[in-house]
């Protein structure tokens, strides 16, 4: 069952535009949501989190939204550049329990140049 | 800062012998360490918690007499899969927890093991 869901498994938009990546979780429970980024021959890398008592959340050109009635996250980096070529996995936790990370399969992004 | 090795990054071994492999953080102390597997185009599937001094917490359905977790110290958990066989051919990485944090949960970059 999997309780963490990214439906693409692919990515490819062009240099400079907006990449929009989704996640979508089963478990009404999770209240704290996590993107990682991983490259080739390296592990994941923290990119971005989510308190589920917010609906967004921004760094830099990432932000993360969260659609909690639709139990929904979505991950948009603005403007694309070559180097977010990577593979991007949705994590999701409970806080205050166990705190075991969920992955999502993971999603490749490919920013062409 | 907030480095994890791990060592080998990739081992190819006979079926029927054992594996070690390690996972060090190198600029942190870890009281929580975590071991994933993936499988080809799966998610990280979570294994189990290792917590320093204490037994390891596997997640239903794995094998604790099969995948041995030991973790003597705050910088060091080994995981050794025992009496290898082809189907434990993976990609197996590690975390390690440097705060209470969720997101202070720093990633190795794994090991590839094929067992022939």
């Known amino acids: 069952d999997q309780q963490v869901k990214q439906n693409s498994p692919s990515l490819s938009v062009q240099e400079g535009r907006i990449s929009i990546l989704n996640c979508d979780y089963t478990?009404?429970?999770?209240?704290?949501f996590l993107w990682y980024k991983k490259y080739p021959a390296e592990g994941p890398t923290f990119l971005i989190s989510?308190?589920?008592?917010?609906d967004k959340n921004e760094d830099g050109r990432f932000t993360v939204f969260l659609n909690k009635s639709a139990k929904h996250l979505s991950l948009h980096i603005v403007p694309s550049q070559p180097g977010d070529s990577a593979v991007y996995f949705c994590?999701?936790?409970?806080?205050?329990?166990?705190?075991?990370?969920?992955f999502g399969k993971g999603m490749k992004l490919t920013v062409n140049p | 800062g907030a480095v994890v090795s791990q060592h080998p990054s990739r081992v190819i071994c006979k079926s029927g012998t054992s594996v070690k492999i390690e996972c060090r953080s190198l600029?942190?102390?870890?009281?929580?360490m975590f071991w994933y597997r993936q499988f080809p185009k799966k998610s990280l599937m979570l294994m189990a918690t290792?917590?320093?001094?204490?037994?390891?917490?596997?997640e239903q359905g794995v094998e604790k007499d099969k995948f041995l977790i030991n973790h003597a110290s705050l910088t060091l958990s080994t995981l050794t899969v025992t009496s290898a066989h082809p189907e434990d051919s993976s990609f197996y990485i590690c975390?390690?927890?440097?705060?209470?944090?969720?997101?202070?949960?720093?990633f190795g970059p794994g090991t590839r093991l094929t067992v022939l």
């Open positions: 994590a999701a936790s409970v806080r205050g329990g166990s705190e075991k990370l969920v």
């Open positions: 600029d942190f102390q870890a009281t929580t």
């Open positions: 478990n009404s429970m999770f209240d704290y």
């Open positions: 975390s390690a927890r440097r705060s209470g944090r969720i997101d202070e949960q720093f």
């Open positions: 989510i308190s589920s008592i917010k």
């Open positions: 290792s917590n320093e001094g204490s037994k390891a917490t596997y």
